[in-house]
Each structure stands twice: as C-alpha cells, then as structure tokens.
C-alpha cells in the first residue's frame, strides 16, 4: 500500500474521531443544558409542608419574583401573632417554624412584609403528638403517582372518603403523607411535579406534611432535590444521616426510614447501610416502617430476583438490607416500581430468590385480617417477623405474574394504602379506585408473645 494513501487515511481518520468527540461533548452540553432547564420551574406555587416533628415543621412555597419570604402563624386564624423572616431575596422559599407545641394545630400564612399571599382558614397544619405517643397515627401511602389523569383523580378521592367515613375526634384526614417513589413522570421534569402534584394536590399540600420517596423516573432531573426538605439532621428524631437520601424520624410511636435504592450506594460496607445499623440500634419507639422504591419480592410489572432488572437493585436490597432491618425489629417495609398492590405473609430470615422460600421462614400465613392478625413480640424483637408491601398502583397499571410466594395478596388495580396505628396494633387498608377496602391486613404486638432467637443468613 503506497506510503501517501496511509498518510491520507491516517488524516482522515483522525478528522473523523475529532467530528465524533465534538459531536459527543456538544451533545453532551446540550443535553447538561436540556436537563438543567427542565429542571426549573418559574412560576408561583402554592405553599406546602414538609419535615413536621413534635415541636417544628418546615413550610415552602415558590414566587412569582425574587422576594424575601414572611410567614406568620399562630394558634388562632385572626391573630397569627408569630412572624418569620427569611433573610434573603428568593424565588423558591423555604422557612423552618420551630419551638412549637406539640399535637396543636397552627394556622399560618405566606407572603412578603408588604403583603399576604396565601391564608386564612384553610391555611393550617398538625404538629406531631410527642414522641412515645399512642396515636391513634393515620399514614397516606400513595405508590407511584406521577401521573395525573381521572384514575389517580379517583384514587385521591376514594382514600379522602374513605378516612371521612373512619374519622378521629379533631384530626385531619392524614397525619402524613408519603409516597413509594416514582412521584413525577416520565422524567421527573419540573412541570410534571408541578402538574401531577402542586397543581391537583394543592388544597391537601397546604395541610399534610409530604414526604416523597425518590425513584428511578424522578432521577431522570434535578427537581426531586431541589423542590422537597429532609430531615438529614436528625431535626425531627432519629440518627442523624447527613444525607437526604437517605434519614429517619419519629412520630408519635412511629419511627419512619426511608432509604435510596435508586442512587444510593447499595453495598454492604457503604455509609447507607453503616448509618441504617446505628439508627435502628438507637431507636426505642414501638413501631418500626421503612420506606424505598425497589422491592425486595415483586413478580408484577418486576421481578425481584433478575439481576438485569433495574439494575439488579432489587435483589441488592434484599440481599444486603433486609438482614439489618429484619434484625432492627421492622414491622413494615413499603416499596413501589412495580405498578400493583401485593402483600405479604408474615416473613423472616428469606433474603433469596423466591424458590429459596421455606416453611419455617413464613411466621405467620392466616391472613392478616382483624379475625386472624399477625401476631408479633412487643417491642422491637430482632427477626420477630415483618410485612412487606408493594404499593405501587395508584396511577399506573402493570402486567405480569403476581405469584411469588412470599405475597398473601395480589392486586392489579389502582388504589393507595392507608394506615392506622395505635398503641399495639397497626390496621392496613388498600382503598382501590372504587372506594372499596381491596385488601385489609392488622399486625398486633403483645407481651405475651415471646421472642424467639433466629439464626438468619444472608441471599447471597
């Protein structure tokens, strides 16, 4: 081959690769620019409520105009004697109300030194009963519900009726709300949050503390982060985690972990879990619930035991974190992803795949319902046995087996789970699009049941 020619290629070719990285890196920035965008919003939102404890919550709301932001507030709606200052200019506000009174209901309003914005009557909020408090506690659980459309418009309403038909003296429909990731989709852009949540769910957003799990269609932007508050820094109980991805907290006998399957360093011997192990070793209340978007057992629209499903995020959450909550004395694990309800008998000690499962890991197979509830040692008894709920309907719909064995109940149908918790027993209602309770199942902890020593393995 003549000397000259390979010199020609060997030019051309080195133009080529040059055209192809600057094609990549203006893609690259395009696409950093694309996303950066879509992750902002401009626009005036309503007031919402965030990171509620005994003695403080945490209120936000986004202007028209950078601004510096007022909240007053007070125990009675024509005398907000209490005033909060932000000491900035901005466009997103975010002020935290302390030294409140615990289990009273505030009202508050928002707006500038000049003017009021938002307030008035329907303007108010719960602080969280003491800790140790007996409840009775009421839990909103929606599973994936970042889309809205005439199904999740019924979802909301069956479970608003459903708690105004089961209501408690002086509380509101909710005492928190939290979802199971997957809040905005497709992509987790700041117009799907503002249309699949600060728009349909704005009169409810000003009175339920929200607290969102993140997933896997939120992390497609930036918005998940920048639009909610987290108790990172221990401000509404628990261990402090220094992250908000991932944190605890308490309320009333509740304590609440919510843990990052989706960007969160997985491992065994990373801070998520090291942390997880410290705070469950320091936590005293009677009831344990965590919360995370993958699940641990799925056979609806996933399948818990493929690695090449979603990363293999699934069976690293069983394999790795379910030891240590199982150990922590969690009695209820609420996952999402896979867009049905299933739910399962009451498990220890199975961190496998589903042909793994055996006889004496099911602690309890009768049903959960009020006739036949799930039994469990009071306290926080290691491995005393643990529900684990798929809640991920209440906007889409998937297709796909519904039969691991681990789950007592499959559904297909929208719907989102409500919880009560009082004292030693906690009731469990998925409320489907139709007002119906779909499923119902109750755990109730006694002293006379003893707790029994288990030696658990690991899936691996």
């Known amino acids: 081959m003549p000397v000259a020619f390979v010199h020609v290629f060997l030019r051309w070719l080195r133009r080529l690769l040059l055209g192809v990285l600057v094609l990549v890196a203006l893609w690259g920035v395009g696409r950093l620019g694309q996303v950066a965008w879509q992750s902002a919003y401009d626009g005036a939102r309503e007031p919402y409520l965030q990171v509620v404890s005994h003695d403080g ?61 938002r307030g008035g009557p329907d303007y108010w909020f719960h602080t969280a009963p003491p800790p140790g408090d007996r409840g009775p506690i009421r839990l909103w659980i929606q ?59 704005a009169a409810l957003l000003r009175n339920i503390p929200y607290l969102p799990v993140y997933g896997n269609h939120d992390a497609r932007r930036w918005t998940f982060y920048r639009v909610f508050s987290f108790p990172a820094a221990g401000e509404a109980g628990g261990v402090p985690s220094g992250s908000e991805r991932y944190f605890s907290f308490d309320y009333a006998n509740i304590h609440v972990v919510v843990l990052d ?76 992803h896979s867009h049905v309800y299933e739910r399962s008998h009451l498990l220890a000690c199975h961190y496998g795949r589903a042909d793994t499962l055996r006889p004496e890991m099911v602690l309890d197979s009768g049903g959960g319902g009020p006739e036949a509830p799930y039994r469990k040692p009071a306290g926080r008894a290691a491995h005393g046995g643990t529900v684990y709920a798929v809640v991920g309907s209440t906007a889409k719909l998937d297709a796909g087996p519904l039969d691991h064995p681990v789950h007592a109940v499959n559904r297909r149908e929208l719907g989102s789970l409500l919880i009560d918790v009082e004292d030693a027993r906690l009731d469990a209602y998925f409320i489907n699009a139709h007002g119906q309770v779909s499923d119902r199942f109750r755990i109730v902890k006694s002293a006379d049941i003893a707790p029994v020593e288990r030696r658990c393995g690991t899936g691996r």
């Open 261 to 336: 399957s989706e960007s969160g360093d997985l491992s065994a011997d990373g801070p998520m879990l090291r942390w997880l192990q410290q705070d469950l070793a320091a936590n005293r209340l009677p009831w344990t619930v965590a919360l995370f978007h993958h699940p641990p057992y799925s056979r609806g629209g996933h399948n818990s035991d493929s690695w090449r499903d979603s990363w293999g995020r699934m069976v690293d959450m069983r394999t790795t974190f379910l030891p240590v909550l199982e150990a922590g004395g969690v009695d209820l694990v609420l996952s999402g």
């Open 143 to 201: 599973g994936d519900p970042g889309y809205w459309h005439e199904g999740t418009r019924t979802v909301r309403d069956a479970a608003l009726q459903w708690s105004a038909q089961h209501p408690r003296s002086g509380r509101p429909p909710f005492d928190l709300w939290l979802t199971t990731g997957d809040n905005a989709y497709s992509s987790g852009k700041a117009r799907e949050f503002q249309e699949a949540l600060f728009e349909p769910y």
């Open 57 to 117: 919550i945490t209120l936000r709301w986004q202007s028209g105009e950078e601004e510096i932001g007022v909240v007053r507030y007070g125990t009675d709606p024509a005398r907000l004697e209490h005033v909060v200052r932000e000491t900035t200019a901005r466009l997103s506000h975010e002020v935290r109300l302390a030294g409140l009174q615990p289990a009273t209901r505030y009202y508050y309003a928002v707006g500038t030194d000049a003017a009021v914005y």
